[in-house]
C-alpha cells in the first residue's frame, strides 16, 4: 500500500475527491495528498464519505479513508455499480451478474431485490431516510422500489437507458 504523499495542487473546495482510475480509485483530500485505496475496479462514497465502497470480480468491500477493509461480501457472479444509499446510510446496493442486490451498511443481510437488471447502476433517491433506489431492467422499463424490493412505480421511456440519477428535489 502507498503512503499518502502531498501533490503539487490543493483542491479548490472542502471535502474529499474520489476519483476511479485504471489502477484503482483514489482519494484525494482537501491538501492535494492522495491514495490508493487498492485494485478495485469501481468505487464510491459513503454519506459522508466515512467509508467507500468498491468492487472488484465477485467482491462488494467497504473501505476504510485508509484503504484498509471494514467488510466484505463475495458472490458466486461478478458485482458491479455498488452504491451506498445516501441516508441514512444502512444499505448498499450493487449488481451481481443481472440481478440487483441490497446488503446492510455493515456487510450483513445481503438480499436479492431483483432480477433481470440492466448493466446500468442503481440510484438512491436522494430524500432523507427514505431507502427507495430506481433501476432499470433488461427489456429497457425503469423500476423505483424500496430497499426490499417493495415496487413502487414502473415506467417504460421508450429507449434502454444507459444512467440513472435522481434530482436533489
Same mark, same amino acid.
Given at each position: 500500500?502507498?503512503? !499518502?504523499?502531498?501533490?503539487?495542487?490543493?483542491?479548490?473546495? !472542502?471535502?474529499?475527491?474520489?476519483? #476511479?482510475?485504471?489502477? %484503482?480509485?483514489?482519494?484525494?483530500?482537501?491538501?492535494?495528498?492522495? @491514495?490508493?485505496?487498492?485494485?478495485?475496479?469501481?468505487?464510491?462514497?459513503?454519506?459522508?464519505?466515512?467509508?467507500?465502497?468498491?468492487? @472488484?470480480?465477485?467482491?462488494?468491500? $467497504?473501505?476504510?479513508?485508509?484503504?484498509?477493509? @471494514?467488510?466484505?461480501? !463475495?458472490?458466486?457472479?461478478?458485482?458491479?455499480?455498488?452504491?451506498?444509499?445516501?441516508?441514512?446510510?444502512?444499505?448498499?446496493?450493487?449488481?451481481? %451478474?443481472? !440481478?440487483?442486490?441490497?446488503? &446492510?451498511?455493515?456487510?450483513?443481510?445481503?438480499?436479492?431485490?431483483?432480477?433481470?437488471?440492466?448493466? #446500468?447502476?442503481?440510484?438512491?433517491?436522494?430524500?432523507?431516510?427514505?431507502?427507495?433506489?430506481?433501476?432499470? &431492467?433488461?427489456?429497457?422499463? #425503469?423500476? #423505483?422500489?424500496?430497499?426490499?424490493?417493495?415496487?413502487?412505480?414502473? $415506467? &417504460?421511456?421508450?429507449?434502454?437507458?444507459?444512467?440513472?440519477?435522481?434530482?436533489? &428535489?
Amino acid at each position: 500500500q502507498e503512503a !499518502t504523499e502531498p501533490a503539487l495542487f490543493r483542491l479548490p473546495a !472542502t471535502g474529499q475527491l474520489l476519483v #476511479v482510475s485504471e489502477g %484503482g480509485p483514489w482519494l484525494v483530500r482537501p491538501d492535494g495528498s492522495k @491514495r490508493l485505496l487498492g485494485a478495485y475496479d469501481d468505487a464510491s462514497f459513503s454519506p459522508s464519505a466515512r467509508f467507500v465502497v468498491a468492487t @472488484r470480480g465477485r467482491r462488494v468491500v $467497504a473501505l476504510e479513508p485508509d484503504g484498509d477493509p @471494514r467488510w466484505s461480501v !463475495t458472490r458466486p457472479l461478478p458485482v458491479a455499480d455498488a452504491r451506498w444509499a445516501p441516508s441514512p446510510g444502512f444499505r448498499v446496493a450493487y449488481r451481481e %451478474g443481472d !440481478t440487483l442486490r441490497v446488503v &446492510d451498511g455493515d456487510g450483513a443481510g445481503d438480499r436479492l431485490v431483483s432480477e433481470d437488471v440492466a448493466p #446500468v447502476a442503481p440510484a438512491w433517491l436522494p430524500a432523507a431516510g427514505r431507502t427507495v433506489l430506481a433501476y432499470a &431492467d433488461t427489456a429497457g422499463r #425503469v423500476h #423505483v422500489v424500496e430497499a426490499d424490493g417493495e415496487e413502487l412505480w414502473t $415506467a &417504460d421511456p421508450g429507449s434502454k437507458p444507459e444512467q440513472l440519477l435522481w434530482s436533489d &428535489d
